[in-house]
C-alpha cells in the first residue's frame, strides 16, 4: 500500500470513528483490508480505494472499513484484575452507596462481541442473594454492527469459551450447540447491546455507575481522549468508578477523575462529598 492509500483510508478511519492511524500501522492497515476487499471483488486494497475515490464502491464498504479496523479481541475476564476488583471493591461500595435506590447501571464501552459485558453479568449472577430487590442494567455498546450480531447471539467457539472463562462458569452458563457454545438467555437477557460511535453525543445512554472503557482510547489522539473522557464523566454518578486498561491513566489528559489508591487503571470521578471514600482509601 502506497503513501496516498494510506492516507486516504487513515483519514476516512479517523473522521469516523476517532482511531488514529500513524505510518507505521501500515502493516495493521493492509492485513484487516485485505479481506473487506477480496469480500467486496477488488484485486487489491489499492483498487477497493480507487473505486471509492471515483464513487463507484458500494455505499457501506467505508462502514466496512471502519469496523475492520476498531474490532478488537476480546475474550472472557480479560486481564481478571478488574473483575476481582469488581468483585471485592466496587460492588460491595455500590451495595452500600445504593441501599435505598436500588439499582446499579452499567456501561461496557467498546464491547466488542460481548465477551467483558456478558462477564459481569455472570459476576452479577453469581451475586443475586446480594442483590434481591435490585434492578441491575448493563449496556455494551460498540461501533461495529456486525460485531454487535455476534455479541447478541451470545454464540462462541471453543477456543473463545476455554479464554478466561472458569469451567465452572462454562457448565452453569452456557449450553453446547452444535461446535459452538451459547450463553444462557438468562445471561444474555442482562445485557443490551447498542451500536455507538465514543464520538457522538452520550446523552441518550442514561447516566451510570460503573462505566468500564479498557483498551480503547489508546487509539485516539490525546485531545479527543480528553474530549471523550469529559463526556463520559457527564454520563456518570458522583461517585462513579471508571475502568481503563491496566496501563492507561486520566493524568495529565482528564481533571474529572481521581486515580483510585492500589488499583491500576481504576479512577472515580474527582473527590467530592458525595465520593466514596472507602473505595478511594482502598
Known amino acids: 500500500m502506497n503513501l496516498p492509500e494510506f492516507e486516504f483510508l487513515s483519514t476516512l478511519v479517523r473522521d469516523r470513528s476517532g482511531i488514529a492511524l500513524s505510518p507505521d500501522k501500515c502493516y495493521l492497515l493492509t492485513s484487516r483490508l485485505k479481506p473487506v476487499a477480496a469480500q467486496h471483488g477488488y484485486a487489491s486494497i489499492e483498487e477497493m480505494v ?17 469496523s475492520a ?19 471485592k471493591d466496587i460492588l460491595p461500595y455500590f451495595l452500600r452507596a445504593r441501599a435505598q435506590q436500588r439499582r446499579l447501571r452499567i456501561w461496557s464501552a467498546a464491547a466488542s462481541s460481548g465477551q467483558e459485558p456478558y462477564s459481569l453479568a455472570m459476576q452479577l449472577s453469581e451475586n443475586a442473594h446480594r442483590l434481591a430487590g435490585w434492578r441491575s442494567e448493563i449496556l455494551g455498546t460498540d461501533i461495529s454492527a456486525e460485531i454487535l450480531e455476534k455479541a447478541r447471539s451470545g454464540l462462541y467457539s471453543q477456543f473463545e469459551v476455554q479464554r478466561g472463562l ?44 460503573v462505566v468500564l472503557c479498557r483498551n480503547v482510547l489508546i487509539y485516539f489522539e490525546r485531545e479527543t481522549r480528553a474530549e471523550i473522557l469529559s463526556r463520559i464523566a457527564h454520563q456518570m454518578a458522583r461517585d462513579g ?32 462529598e458525595t465520593a466514596p471514600r472507602a473505595l478511594l482509601s482502598a
Open 50 to 66: 480507487g473505486a471509492m475515490r471515483s464513487g463507484r464502491s458500494e455505499a457501506h464498504i467505508a462502514e466496512k472499513i471502519v
Open 241 to 272: 468508578v471508571l475502568v481503563l486498561g491496566a496501563a492507561e491513566t486520566v493524568i495529565g489528559i482528564a481533571t474529572d477523575f481521581a486515580p483510585i489508591p492500589g488499583q491500576a487503571g481504576m479512577f472515580q470521578r474527582a473527590a467530592s
Open 166 to 209: 472458569p469451567i465452572q462458569l462454562l457448565a452453569k452458563y452456557f449450553e453446547k450447540r452444535g461446535e459452538m457454545w451459547q450463553i444462557s438467555s438468562k445471561i444474555r437477557s442482562m445485557v443490551e447491546f447498542r451500536r455507538f460511535n465514543l464520538l457522538d453525543r452520550m446523552s441518550a445512554l442514561g447516566m451510570f455507575d
Open 69 to 87: 479496523m476498531t474490532t478488537n479481541e476480546s475474550y472472557f475476564f480479560r486481564d481478571r484484575k478488574p473483575f476481582e476488583s469488581f468483585e
